[in-house]
């Protein structure tokens, strides 16, 4: 009479079970795939990649009833971006940048990922393409230019006295 190694065989369906589910794509809440998982969302917008179904505003900041920026983390695509509206009747300043900035979690220079958004009375919301959740994030609003950061770790240039009424970040996360 033979016997059969039950042991191995539950084991081998385990394995190819358990192969199975961690190859699986991330699917969203309305059956779609997310298109993208950490690093490879950087640069990619969320909308497109499928990650916004999930995301979660993680820090806002307000410039009174005005200016909404947040930073917003997908939890299927461990991703993160910048998402900001502007009232359009806002009298005040008319213009804005709104910027993802990331610093490497193992530390160094601190610089604007992906693209930086213009908000206008006439183009009163924008998002910005993806950073990986990995490094350090913050969100930002600026008149100045693209890449100025209101809230640096440290001043280059000017003698470090550079005036921080041009915008405003939320706290680093």
Sequence with gaps: MRRRNWGRIGVALMLLCLSQTLTAPQASADGTEAGCYAESC????????????DAENIAQ????????????????CNAVWVKATLDPAYAGQKSFYVA????????GAQWPRGTT????????????????W???????????????????????GAGGNLPRTTGQCTAWQ
Excluded: F, R
């Design 100 to 107: 993802l900035w990331s610093t490497p979690t193992i530390g």
């Design 134 to 156: 990995q490094g350090t994030n913050k969100a930002c609003w600026n008149t100045v230019e693209t890449h100025w950061d209101p809230a640096p770790l440290n001043y280059e």
């Design 61 to 76: 900041l307000n410039e009174g009833d005005d200016l909404q920026v947040e930073l917003v983390y997908s939890y299927s």
């Design 117 to 132: 958004k213009w908000l206008t009375p006439d183009l009163p919301e924008a998002h910005t393409t993806m950073g990986d």
């Design 42 to 53: 950087q640069g990619m917008d969320p909308y497109v990649a499928g990650c916004s179904w």
